[in-house]
Structures are given as C-alpha cells and as structure tokens.
Nanobody, 119 residues
Framework: QVQLVESGGGLVQAGGSLRLSCAAS????????MGWFRQAPGKEREFVAA????????YYADSVKGRFTISGDNAKNTVLLQMNSLKFEDTAVYYC????????????WGQGTQVTVSS
C-alpha cells in the first residue's frame, strides 16, 4: 500500500522560501511519476510540478517555473519541492501524489500540507 506523507509547510513572507518534503513508502517507485499539486480556498486543485523517478525528467506549471524546483532522492524515497520567491498567490494546501508511468491519473495522494504566504 502506497503511503505519501508531506511535511515542510508553514507561514512565510512574500519573497521567502520553503521546502516541502514527501516521504513515499509501500512500493518500489522506480517506475513512478511523483507530483506536487495545490489547492487554494475556493479554487480547483492544480498541477504544480512532477518528476519521473526513472531518468529524473521534471515538469512545471508555468506559474512556478523559475521559482520552484522538484527533486527526488531515490535512496530515501523522498521528493522535495524547493519553493523560492514565494508570492501571496502561492498560498494553498500542497499535496504530494504518485502514479505509475503508464497511468494517466495520479491515484495515490498524501494528506496535504498548508503553505501560507503573507503579503
């Protein structure tokens, strides 16, 4: 059973940085894609970034390109999201997600971690 546990959220001033961590367990993740999504109050959940364990390919939403960096530590089964130059509009609950490379939808989700950026 796949388990994803996020940590690292908190309150930060605009322009500041935070690093989110997602600890994955319960499976061998070598053929998985790992993603970060976020949901702000009153808005739909949106894609933020993703990484393919095999090959390390990364993908970003346009809104975070150049500010956020996703990376993976295969040995620790951990996915990190380094968030720099944070903006008020980055405020949201951030979720870690996983899917196999062959799957279309992400089917494993963490419980989420709150990120609040004060203006």
């Amino acid at each position: 059973q796949v388990q994803l546990v996020e940590s690292g959220g908190g309150l930060v001033q605009a322009g500041g940085s935070l690093r989110l961590s997602c600890a994955a367990s319960g499976r061998t993740f070598s053929n998985y894609n790992m993603g970060w999504f976020r949901q702000a109050p009153g808005k739909e959940r949106e894609f933020v970034a993703a990484i393919r364990w095999s090959g390390g390919f990364t993908y970003y939403a346009d809104s975070v390109k150049g500010r956020f960096t996703i990376s993976g530590d295969n040995a620790k089964n951990t996915v990190l999201l380094q968030m720099n130059s944070l903006k008020f509009e980055d405020t949201a609950v951030y979720y870690c997600a996983a899917r196999t490379s062959a799957a279309i939808e992400y089917d494993h989700w963490g419980q989420g971690t709150q990120v609040t950026v004060s203006s």
